[in-house]
């Protein structure tokens, strides 16, 4: 895990953070603007979530890919939490 938290960075940290933002901002557009802070919120957590998550089920592998792996990681896990907020709040 330190090896991962190594990789991540404050710079991944802060992509991550804006890769949420855009996330739910484009899932409260394609849901007609409803929920918009909800979809913000969902979209930061998820993107942050889902590489310590598969970090932490021993996909060591992120690391080793570097921060460009983490991020496709973190848009991977917000696009799936999103579509799956959308189906629960619509």
């Not at 938290?5 to 899932?27: F, K, P, Q």
């Not at 060591?60 to 890919?65: H, N, Y």
Request: charged share 10%; hydrophobic share 70%; glycine share 16%.
């Amino acid at each position: 895990m330190e090896g991962f938290l190594e990789a991540l960075g404050w710079a991944g940290i802060i992509i991550l953070t804006l890769i949420g933002l855009v996330s739910g901002w484009l899932a409260s557009v394609v849901a007609g603007g409803r929920n918009r802070p909800k979809y913000l919120i969902i979209g930061v957590l998820a993107a942050l979530a889902t590489p310590f998550v598969l970090a932490a089920l021993g996909l060591g592998v992120l690391a080793a890919g570097g921060l460009l792996a983490i991020l496709f990681a973190g848009i991977f896990g917000a696009v799936v939490v999103l579509v799956l907020a959308k189906m629960i709040f619509d």
